[in-house]
């Protein structure tokens, strides 16, 4: 059985809801592979693997603290890689540590590629307030919880 796959991290939208529309916007584009203005279950899979990818910086399989601190750096504002944000260490230590303790399943310390699929799915639903397995933009741009319109 083909699982719905999710899209993003609960870490990136805590970060992008707070922040950035911009960030946001840059993310669903990258999801949205062929452009229609919807996230499919297809895309999310390749989307939450791409993102694993980019997480796991030693390709060793699992995101550790230190890879997660890098990544959202260097990624949480929309920058380019390699250029980060002027953001307080303690601050993103807290959001690494904070998002692996909510995804470490088996509590190793490390995220898996199958725990990041697993707390992405997760979030994928929260944000699909119709339930139809496809996030539309709209959906995409508003926190789970927030107001309809
Ligand atoms: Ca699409
Ligand atoms: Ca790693
Ligand atoms: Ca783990």
């Not at 995804?103 to 119709?130: P, T």
Request: with cysteine; charged share 30%; aromatic share 6%.
């Amino acid at each position: 059985m083909r699982v719905a796959a999710p899209i993003v991290s609960m870490t990136l939208l805590l970060f992008t809801t707070c922040v950035d529309a911009q960030t946001r916007e840059d993310t669903f584009r990258r999801a949205d592979r062929n452009g229609d203005g919807v996230i499919d279950r297809e895309e999310n899979a390749a989307f939450v693997d791409v993102d694993f990818n980019e997480r796991d910086a030693d390709r060793d399989g699992k995101i550790s603290h230190a890879e997660l601190q890098v990544w959202l750096r260097t990624h949480v504002y929309g920058q380019q890689p390699g250029t980060p944000v002027a953001l307080p260490t303690a601050a993103v230590s807290a959001v690494a540590a904070t998002d692996i303790q909510q995804k470490d399943l088996d509590g190793d310390g490390f995220i898996s590629r199958d725990e990041h699929r697993k707390a992405a799915k997760q979030f994928f639903r929260a944000l699909d307030r119709n339930g139809d397995g496809r996030l539309t933009h709209n959906e995409f741009g508003r926190p789970p919880g927030g107001q309809r319109q």
